[in-house]
C-alpha cells in the first residue's frame, strides 16, 4: 500500500478491499485490470460479479490468468505448500463464460503473444450506412485479421487476456480509431453587422467509429469542439483558430448534434469565409483526416 501510495499521481488514491466484496459504488470505475490475482481467490465468480457492479456502462475489464495445468506445476503446488495460497486452473473459455453470465456484453481471448504485434481494441457495433461504407468495411476487414492471427497464435502462446466489456465501448477522441464528420446544417447569416454578434446554428452527425468527448477537463487533449476559420475572399487563411464552439455533450458514433453559438464581431468590412470544421484538441482537425468542411461566405457590413 505505501509503495501504491507512491507511485500516484496527484488526485488519485488507492484502497484495500475483498475482491469478491470491493468497497466502491455502482458503476464509478471506468476500467479494472485483474493480472494473475483472480486464480487466488476461492470465490473467483463473485469478483467477475463485482467488477460488473463497479463498472461504469462502456467500462473493461481486462483479465490475465493461467490456464489449465497450473496448478499442477511444480512451483504451484511449491508456493500451495510453503504459503498455504490457492492455486486453481482458469481456463480463457472458463473466463469468458463467466464474465458474459455476470452481465457483459461481451467477451473476447486474446493471446498475450499478440500484444507485441500492436494495440488491441474492442471495435464498436456500428450500424451500415449509406455515407460510411469505406469505414464499415475496414472495420471488418481488421476483425477478419485479429481473428486469424489470433486462431495462428493460440497453437503456440499459452497465455491469454480476456477483455470484457459492460454496455457498448467506443475508442474515444482521445485515441481516436477513426474520426469522421458531416455537417447537416449550418445556419448563419451571409451578411454580418460590422461589430456585432451573430447566432448561428449548426447539426453535425458522427459518421466515424469514436466517441467525440466534450469535456476533457483541464488539459482539453482529445476534447472535440467546433472550430471556426478566418479566410479571405480568396480562401487564404486569415485565423485557423477564430473560434470555438464547445458541444453541449458528448457525441457517440451514428449520433448528431445541434449547438448554437455566435459569431463574434468583426470589425473590416467586406468579403470573407467562414470555415467550419471539427477539432480535436491536441489530436488533429477532422479535415486533415478525410472530413469535408463546410465553407460560408459572407460579408461584413
Not at 130 to 153: H, M, N
Not at 267 to 279: E, I, K, P, T
Amino acid at each position: 500500500m505505501d509503495l501504491a501510495k507512491k507511485r500516484l499521481l496527484p488526485g488519485s488514491w488507492v484502497c484495500a478491499g475483498d475482491m469478491a466484496a470491493i468497497p466502491l459504488v455502482k458503476e464509478s470505475v471506468d476500467a479494472i485490470l485483474c493480472y494473475g490475482a483472480l486464480h487466488h481467490v476461492p470465490d473467483w465468480q463473485n469478483a467477475i460479479y463485482e467488477f460488473f457492479r463497479v463498472l461504469r456502462p462502456g467500462g473493461v475489464l481486462v483479465l490475465q490468468e493461467p490456464g489449465k495445468g497450473h496448478n499442477k506445476t511444480a512451483e504451484s503446488k511449491s508456493q500451495m505448500e510453503q504459503f498455504g495460497v490457492l492455486e486453481q486452473d482458469l481456463p480463457a473459455g472458463t473466463l469468458v463464460s463467466s464474465c458474459r453470465k455476470a452481465g457483459f456484453s461481451k467477451a473476447i481471448i486474446r493471446p498475450i503473444s499478440e500484444l507485441s504485434l500492436g494495440r488491441i481494441r474492442i471495435m464498436p457495433s456500428y450500424r451500415f450506412r449509406p455515407e460510411v461504407p469505406f469505414l464499415f468495411l475496414r472495420q471488418r476487414l481488421r476483425l477478419l485479421k485479429a481473428t486469424l492471427t489470433e486462431s495462428l497464435l493460440n497453437i503456440v502462446s499459452p497465455l491469454h487476456i480476456i477483455v470484457a466489456v459492460k454496455g457498448k465501448a467506443f475508442a474515444d477522441s482521445k485515441k481516436p480509431e477513426i474520426m469522421r464528420a458531416r455537417f447537416e446544417l449550418v445556419e448563419c447569416p451571409e451578411i454580418l453587422e460590422k461589430s456585432k454578434e451573430t447566432p448561428i446554428h449548426i447539426r453535425i452527425l458522427n459518421t466515424g467509429l469514436s466517441l467525440w468527448l466534450s469535456d476533457t477537463g483541464k488539459s482539453t487533449l482529445g476534447q472535440v469542439n467546433i472550430g471556426i476559420s478566418l479566410l479571405d475572399s480568396s480562401g487564404k487563411i486569415k485565423d485557423l483558430d477564430f473560434l470555438r464552439i464547445r458541444l453541449p455533450c458528448d457525441v457517440k458514433p451514428g449520433d448528431r448534434m445541434d449547438v448554437f453559438g455566435n459569431i463574434p464581431s468583426l470589425m473590416d468590412s467586406g468579403l470573407v469565409m467562414l470555415r467550419f470544421d471539427l477539432v480535436s484538441e491536441g489530436v488533429y482537425w477532422f479535415s486533415d483526416r478525410g472530413s469535408k468542411p463546410v465553407y460560408h461566405k459572407c460579408r461584413v457590413n
